[in-house]
T-cell receptor, first 110, second 114 residues
């Protein structure tokens, strides 16, 4: 049973558009929600993270929106660029272990 | 980038042979993790370590063992490799005893078992 459900599985966006990836979770004990970005042949790299006592966090073109009551959080990539083409993973922390979503493959067309 | 080196980067071996993957860190982080990544399954935790000689199982630990005799090295061993263990293996490290510390990943080992 997938504890962190991520959607969509793949996403195609035009350059300059907004990319939106959604995640939902069940375990209310999760206390840290990071997003990772992975390029082919590389390990995942931390992109941005949020704690459940914050509803939104923005870093440059990347924003996490967090809805604690709905147990959902999302990643918004503003002004998407071809260099953003990668696989994105949401995750949640459970006792120092990360529980991962299955990933979203993002392609940004030039 | 966090100082994490995984070796080898690629390996092809035969079913039934033992295989050891190495993760070396230069960050002096306490926590180290081994994951496997497979299409349709995302990243799954195999084993992790919270200190020298202190290890615990993850969600897919069957068929794998680990050892950590030094802070900087975390070894993953497949005692008798099977084709189902063909995967990309990632090592990660994390600092402090705060669950809000991010994990930093190495670039992976691509393992093929024929």
């Amino acid at each position: 049973q997938q504890q962190v459900k991520q959607s969509p599985q793949s996403l195609i966006v035009q350059k300059g558009g907004i990319s939106i990836i959604n995640c939902a979770y069940e375990n209310t004990a999760f206390d840290y929600f990071p997003w990772y970005q992975q390029f082919p042949g590389k390990g995942p790299a931390l992109l941005i993270a949020i704690r459940p006592d914050v509803s939104e966090k923005k870093e440059g073109r990347f924003t996490i929106s967090f809805n604690k009551s709905a147990k959902q959080f999302s990643l918004h990539i503003m002004d998407s660029q071809p260099g953003d083409s990668a696989t994105y993973f949401c995750a949640a922390t459970d006792n120092r272990k990360l529980i991962w979503g299955l990933g979203t493959s993002l392609a940004v067309n030039p | 980038d966090a100082g994490i080196t995984q070796s080898p980067r690629h390996k092809v071996t035969e079913t039934g042979t033992p295989v050891t993957l190495r993760c070396h860190q230069t960050e002096n982080h306490r926590y180290m993790y081994w994951y496997r990544q497979d299409p349709g399954h995302g990243l799954r935790l195999i084993h992790y370590s919270y200190g020298v000689k202190d290890t615990d199982k993850g969600e897919v630990s069957d068929g794998y063992s680990v050892s950590r005799s030094k802070t900087e090295d975390f070894l993953l061993t497949l005692e008798s490799a099977t084709s189902s263990q063909t995967s990309v293996y990632f090592c990660a490290i994390s600092d402090l005893d705060n669950s809000n510390q991010p994990q930093h990943f190495g670039d992976g080992t691509r393992l093929s078992i024929l």
